[in-house]
T-cell receptor, first 110, second 113 residues
């Protein structure tokens, strides 16, 4: 099974609506990273979470880390067309590399 | 400042050929990691180089190799190309090993026919 599960795989929301993407690890998390990717392009680093209960925000995007549950959630408030893309979480499990989830494809309907 | 530069942007090769991809990290970044991205497998770690040394390697066959130069630029090579090697190859740089707040390049789209 996948070490890092993201849900949902795909999401279609009306512009202005809120949404949440989840990322769950089967291993202990020592750091959780959120990235955004435009189709066929490189990834853009959004934010990093390291401590249990930590919450960070960047513009209208907020990410939280639940260390005990080994999961993180990414929440977008009042979604805009610029939020469309693929959101990937990456986990530092102290394995000398970061593993990525398969991504959540987000579409925003005008 | 300049971002991570990957060349070429697109590449079409025939089965059995070999290919070399290049990555120039952000100035001051000494760690360069390579990833393969496919629709089925997602992002898969290939290897990481830091100070011209391979620090870690993913589960890829020996046909995949890389190196890093003294100016931190990195190349990856794939020999005896197979159809399944068709993918987006992404390079990511950071200041030090273990820093996963990467800056990614735009990738090289490799198609093997």
């Amino acid at each position: 099974s996948q070490e890092l599960e993201q849900s949902p795989q795909s999401l279609i929301v009306q512009e202005g609506k809120n949404l949440t993407i989840n990322c769950t690890s089967s291993k202990t998390l020592y750091g959780l990273y959120w990235y955004k990717q435009k189709y066929g392009e490189g990834l853009i680093f959004l934010m990093m979470l390291q401590k249990g209960g930590e919450e960070k925000s960047h513009e209208k995007i907020t990410a939280k880390l639940d260390e005990k549950k080994q999961q993180s959630s990414l929440h977008i408030t009042a979604s805009q067309p610029s939020h469309a893309g693929i959101y990937l979480c990456g986990a530092d499990t102290r394995d000398d590399k970061i593993i990525f989830g398969k991504g959540t494809r987000l579409h925003i309907l005008p | 400042k300049a971002g991570v530069t990957q060349t070429p942007r697109y590449l079409i090769k025939t089965r059995g050929q070999q290919v070399t991809l290049s990555c120039s990290p952000i100035s001051g970044h000494r760690s360069v990691s390579w990833y393969q991205q496919t629709p089925g497998q997602g992002l898969q770690f290939l290897f990481e180089y830091f100070s011209e040394t391979q620090r870690n390697k993913g589960n890829f066959p020996g046909r995949f190799s890389g190196r890093q130069f003294s100016n931190s630029r990195s190349e990856m090579n794939v020999s005896t190309l197979e159809l399944g090697d068709s993918a987006l190859y992404l390079c990511a740089s950071s200041r030090r090993t273990g820093d996963y707040g990467y800056t990614f390049g735009s990738g090289t789209r490799l198609t093997v026919v």
